[in-house]
């Protein structure tokens, strides 16, 4: 961890100092080149080697996608960052790095759906020794492993995962965080004693639906460890997003701010709702961790859950009968968008998991955008009417 007093907001706009001189660029420039041209063959060489600095090959490391990994290493409190071409390419690698067949990797019961068919559909068929634990079950962490996974917030049922709690329990192992929902503004894992924090930088990092890309940070031996296998896996950022993403990041703290007061507002409408049969938002009081939220979070986030009567059949009426909302699927954008996890992002689980870890067939997801609130609450007031 890294100490800088700066706030959130500060810190996501300006980054790391920029490099002393007169008539620098204020914003990172594009470097779209793969490869760089040296004076001799032997610099070229030892710049590769790593005996010099510099780069050689996008692959390995270029300029506009390291900005990226900076900027996300100073929001982490974290010695170093990485960018990937995507959220699964961050938690593939970052995985793959810290286990060897025979290794006990200890996950939630709860994660996103291609995170567990990732565990299920290869690193179990490696030889990784794989068990699932409820991320409020603390006893149950207490087994040795070698890697600890979890979300801050996990999804799409949003229990809240006590990081500190986790980290008392690892022993030798080392924790892995994907703090995606939460974002760094609301909840730094590595300040609760996780090894390393992934984001789909999809999502809140970027914040318009127009980015694909991930993101891991951690000390500089361990996202060194995962720079190494990212070299031989090839899940690289390209320079264009790596941009847009840099440029998306200067207002995460803006953002989030809003999605909070915003998610806030619809989840207490929705709570008093007669049509609505639960709302799981952490910011409401009802919610079973709201106060370890409280504690963890600086916010409660602009993600939420609800549960209409009647079923599937029940949640995708409410849903057909949005107008402003956008029916699909991710999440963390300014545009509000609702979706049904069973059939999109969760449709990896079987479905009797589904019901096992408490996500029932009508839940609809919502992710609360930036508009108006009051916009957003006459859309699903609307809808609901229509019921
Ligand atoms: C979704 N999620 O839920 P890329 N980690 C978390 C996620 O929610 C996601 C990823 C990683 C959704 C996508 C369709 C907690 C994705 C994966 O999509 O590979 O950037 O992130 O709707």
Redesign the pocket.
Known sequence: MIDDQRGPATRAIHGRPAPAGRGQPLVQPIVSATTFAFETADELGRTMAGELPGHTYSRLANPTVEEVGRVCAELEGAQDGQAFS??????ATTLLSLLRPGDRLLAATQ?????YSLIERHLRPFGIDVAYVDATDLLAWEKPARVLYA?TI???GFPVADLGALAQRKGEGLLVV?N??ASPVLCRPLEHGADLV??????YLNGHHDV???VVCGSRELVGRVRDTLTDLGGVLDPFPAYLLRRGLKTLGLRVARHCENALVLATFLDQHPAVERVHYAGLPGFPQHELARRQLDGFGGMMAVEIAGGREGGERFMNGLGLAARA???GGVETVV?H?AS???RHYPPERLAEIGISPGLV?V?VGCEDAADIVADFARALARL
């Open positions: 995507s959220g699964m390419a961050a938690i994660l996103y759906g291609n995170t979300e996990a999804n799409p994907d995606t929902f992934c984001h789909s930088a999809t999502k694909t890309a991930g699927t991710s999440l979706h996890p999109t992002s969760h997801r992710s």
